[in-house]
């Protein structure tokens, strides 16, 4: 973000920003001259240069009275005669012949005397316009041509590379954000705590006239795709205000000192145009906290960051321009970036609940021709932990299918196979399997399935299907939670292991064999018994402590590089022989049941192989039936 440094904030003008240069001060357009000038000098150089070593010839100059020696000698074969010169070719003493060039003198025996001796002879006018052309203009043509094509690769018009430290952000005027908060849904307490900056822009004089300042910064922090952008163009929407949006990564370039000159520039025109609403995009690019890189103390992300920072300490918020920014990772900000002052309120944008499902749903099948089976309840409770853009993908994959399939409308049965192609990839009916590797498959998903049913805390299955998905998914199990769930039980992760365990052990107890295809229940089974022996202290022998130092993204699924560990070995090995028991004792576990189910997981998956694909609803009919005929 733009801006200015201490008291000359206040003298910055957008039509005359100083320099100071060695004590001179300059304007921004007397630089833009004299840094022309110096390129048209260079240019000038290159061209005598070109003119001189490219389109010289050698030229033996003499005089008249020697070329009519030469004549009569019969050493001129050919001549040109041009208002003030002649030339032609000169056979010298040792047979080689050479230019020559002589002054012309009104001589009127000249033509007697070339006819006398054979010599070829004829007029010639020089345009020397034309020849002027020829020798300095094109060739200072073609470097003009070349120096803009330079330019452009070097990342836009020659005119913007001398405004390198100009703002590139994007200004919207009043009129021309036509979004609302009524296009936004499922983040009804962040626009609750917008719709104050609303009145800050609108009625700023409300607040100072009770001695309140108006927020500097406002961060809106969430996981990717729940609405941040979209959100702060809202604010601007409904405040009617001019709106500047920049990505964090605009201000920073190879040029040392652009970037804060961006920042400069930028707090300048957000000034003029106040009130408005600078935002700041992917804040986390511009942001990183300083000191993290190890190889620079003083990069030049990091000047343009200490510029932000004072800026944001410089303007004055009684104009009314308000910064707003967004990042999903929030953990790596600068603590300077952070504090009262600067940006004043966090504001959580968090993926939206069943409910917020359910309206962002009905925002997005405005302009969707919906059949009247489509209930939005059911799809909302069948999308758990989908954000905005989750929704709005699925929305449009059920639109594209029903196109697909030639139908007037939406119906439920295009939503539902949208939500499944969301979650599990692609349907891959062609692929080929044996029929041993179909079993296999078969068996695997039932294992999955028939624990999540029989276990008391697990999620109910929503469908088993054999039919390949995605890039690897030979097959899947579908479970959708009843509820919402913020908290989870030491018994409950117990289960959750145990039904991602079932399909290895199925795989087990029907084959006397295992296979590969249980390699991600593996890692995920591994990372949740590390969660609760790292994280959670839910292991009874290295009690109620924590051994996960490490920072982790709050919004981010990804895993920190961790270089160093802060216990010692012996503990490892104590955390190493609990995950192993841990998880060992879910696979006795899940041994033991399907080994007594064993029979109805072969009816299972027999049916499976038969059908390729079982609803929730027929597979609880065939569990009910299997233990009525036990009984």
Not at 218 to 231: A, S
Not at 236 to 243: D, I, S
Not at 354 to 362: D, N, Q, S, V
């Amino acid at each position: 973000m733009p801006g200015k440094k201490g008291k000359t904030a206040n003298r910055s003008k957008k039509s005359n920003i100083f320099l100071e240069i060695k004590g001179k001060t300059k304007t921004k357009g007397q630089q833009s001259r004299n840094f022309t000038f110096v390129y048209l000098i260079i240019a000038f150089i290159a061209i005598i240069a070109v003119n001189m070593f490219f389109f010289r010839t050698e030229v033996k100059t003499i005089p008249y009275s020697e070329f009519k020696d030469l004549i009569a000698k019969n050493k001129i074969s050919d001549i040109v005669i041009d208002s003030e010169t002649v030339q032609g070719n000169l056979t010298l003493d040792d047979g080689k012949k050479t230019r020559f060039l002589a002054g012309r003198v009104d001589d009127p025996d000249l033509v007697k005397d070339l006819l006398k001796y054979n010599v070829k002879f004829t007029g010639y006018y020089d345009n020397k316009l034309l020849k002027g052309i020829i020798s300095w203009i094109l060739p200072f043509a073609i470097m003009i041509l070349i120096w803009n094509l330079l330019m452009r690769k070097m990342g836009g018009a020659p005119s913007n590379v001398l405004n390198f430290g100009k703002s590139k952000g994007r200004i919207y005027g009043e009129d021309e954000i036509k979004i609302t908060f009524e296009d936004v849904a499922g983040v009804d307490e962040a626009k609750e705590e917008l719709k104050e900056i609303i009145e800050f822009l609108a009625t700023p004089q409300k607040f100072l006239n009770l001695g309140g300042k108006i927020p500097k910064g406002i961060l809106l922090v969430g996981p990717p795709g729940t609405g941040k952008t979209l959100l702060a163009k809202a604010v601007a929407g409904e405040a009617k205000v001019p709106f500047f949006s920049m990505s964090g990564s605009d201000f920073v370039e190879m040029f040392v000192g652009v970037g804060a000159s961006r920042v400069r520039d930028l707090f300048a025109q957000a000034q003029e145009k106040a009130p408005c609403i600078i935002f700041i995009d992917e804040l986390d690019a511009l942001g990183k906290a300083r000191g993290m890189n190890p190889l620079s103390s003083h990069d030049e992300r990091e000047q343009t960051l200490n510029q932000l920072l004072a800026e944001m300490d410089g303007f004055d918020t009684k104009a009314g321009v308000i910064i707003m920014g967004a990042t999903n990772r929030p953990e790596i900000l600068d603590p300077a970036l952070l504090r009262p002052g600067r940006f004043d309120r966090n504001i959580l944008v968090d993926r939206p609940d069943i409910k917020g499902r359910e309206e962002i749903l009905k925002v997005h099948i405005r302009s969707v021709k919906c059949a009247e089976d489509v209930d939005l309840k059911v799809v909302a409770a069948r999308t758990p932990g989908f954000v905005g853009a989750d929704l709005a993908n699925l929305v449009n994959e059920a639109a594209l299918l029903a196109a697909r399939k030639d139908k007037a409308s939406v119906g439920m049965k295009e939503f539902e196979e949208s939500i499944e192609r969301v979650v599990a990839g692609l349907e891959k009916k062609q692929r080929v399997m044996s029929a041993k590797e179909k079993e296999i498959v078969a068996n695997h998903e039932t294992g999955h399935a028939l624990m999540a049913e029989l276990l008391e805390t697990t999620d109910q299955v929503h469908k088993i299907s054999i039919i390949p998905r995605g890039i690897a998914a030979l097959g899947y199990t579908l479970q959708l939670p009843t509820e919402d769930r913020y908290l989870m039980t030491k018994s409950e992760l117990l289960d959750r292991m145990c039904v991602l365990l079932g399909g290895r052990v199925a795989e087990e107890v029907i084959f006397g064999e295992i296979s590969t295809g249980a390699q991600n229940d593996l890692v995920r089974t591994t990372d949740i018994a590390k969660s609760m022996v790292k994280e959670y202290g839910m292991s009874e022998k290295l009690g109620q402590m924590t051994f996960e130092s490490e920072r982790r993204p709050l919004f981010l699924d990804i895993t920190p590089f961790s270089g160093t560990k802060d216990y010692s070995e012996a503990t490892a090995r104590e955390i190493d022989g609990e995950v192993r028991r841990i998880i060992d004792e879910c696979y006795q576990k899940v041994k033991a049941l399907l080994l007594e189910k064993k029979t109805l997981l072969e009816k299972v998956a027999r049916i499976l192989l038969e059908k390729e694909t079982i609803e929730g609803d027929e597979l609880r009919v065939l569990i009910r039936g299997h233990e009525g005929e036990n009984e």
